[in-house]
């Protein structure tokens, strides 16, 4: 089932929140007054009985490739920004505890002190349990990104949809931040965002996402509610899809 209509919920979505999302106003690191309205946000969703599955980037902390120059080989930087989105989701997971939501993390890359590995089967489990899972390590490969993981944990998982929560309300033909005469796109087919070369993902995510008929909907984050707005198919967005 895949909706994104007011009549028809999804059974189940990814959240792909980007490290950079969580600085809120601080130039480094986690600002928890962000943390705590996505995960408001997250649990008004849950509340719909919607199953959430959640892949949290690391940029807030370290990125490979901006290590890479710096000089840091570039297979060691992208092991540290993995280990990056470990650190957010396991933040992310303790705060999911304060607001009672069963939630768990499973990691790409094997570190069972801090959190379970990935197995796709248990997390089927888990998500059929009603947990919330917080996908960390994005991919467990370099030269990849938290973007990919997402797309490819969402359709390991079956997820309807797959939702990133963006700084702005949706893809754009220039930066709104910088022209103010940008044009939202309300609906894009996967091919143009990558022809068009758009900011919505990566190209190794929206090629994973079109061979698998994931739909994107990108959206605002920072704005308060919206997160259920737009898995009810209200608000604004961009959808990309066939
Ligand atoms: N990364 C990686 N493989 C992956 C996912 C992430 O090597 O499958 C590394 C990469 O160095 C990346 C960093 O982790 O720069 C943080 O992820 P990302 O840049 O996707 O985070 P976001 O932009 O969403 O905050």
Not at 25 to 45: C, L
């Amino acid at each position: 089932m895949s909706s994104l209509n007011k009549n028809l919920l999804p059974q189940r979505v990814l959240l792909k929140v980007s490290g950079e999302a969580l600085l809120g106003k601080k130039g480094y690191g986690i600002d928890f007054d962000v943390v705590n309205a996505i995960i408001e946000d997250i649990a008004s969703v849950i509340r719909l009985g919607v199953e959430v599955c959640v892949v949290i980037g690391g940029g807030n902390i370290f990125r490979g490739l901006n290590a890479a120059g710096e000089g840091i080989d570039r297979v060691k930087g992208d092991y540290a920004g993995m280990l990056a989105t470990v650190i957010n989701a396991v933040v992310l997971n303790s705060v999911f505890q304060r607001y009672h939501i069963k939630s768990r993390v499973m990691s790409a890359i094997a570190l069972p002190q801090v959190a379970e590995t990935y197995v796709r089967d248990k997390a089927l489990v888990y998500l059929n349990n009603k947990e919330v899972i917080i996908f960390a390590a994005g991919t467990g490969n370099p030269y990849f990104t938290t973007d990919t993981g997402a797309a490819l944990r969402a359709v390991e998982t079956h997820c309807d949809f797959m939702l990133k929560g963006t700084q702005v309300d949706g893809v754009y033909n220039s930066d709104p931040k910088k022209n103010p005469d940008a044009k939202r796109y309300d609906v894009l087919t996967y091919t143009e965002a990558l022809s068009m070369g758009l900011n919505v993902m990566d190209a190794t995510a929206l090629s994973l996402a079109r061979e698998n008929n994931l739909p994107i909907i990108v959206f605002d984050v920072h704005q308060k509610g919206n997160f259920l707005k737009v898995v009810q198919g209200q608000g604004t967005f961009t959808k990309v899809v066939v």
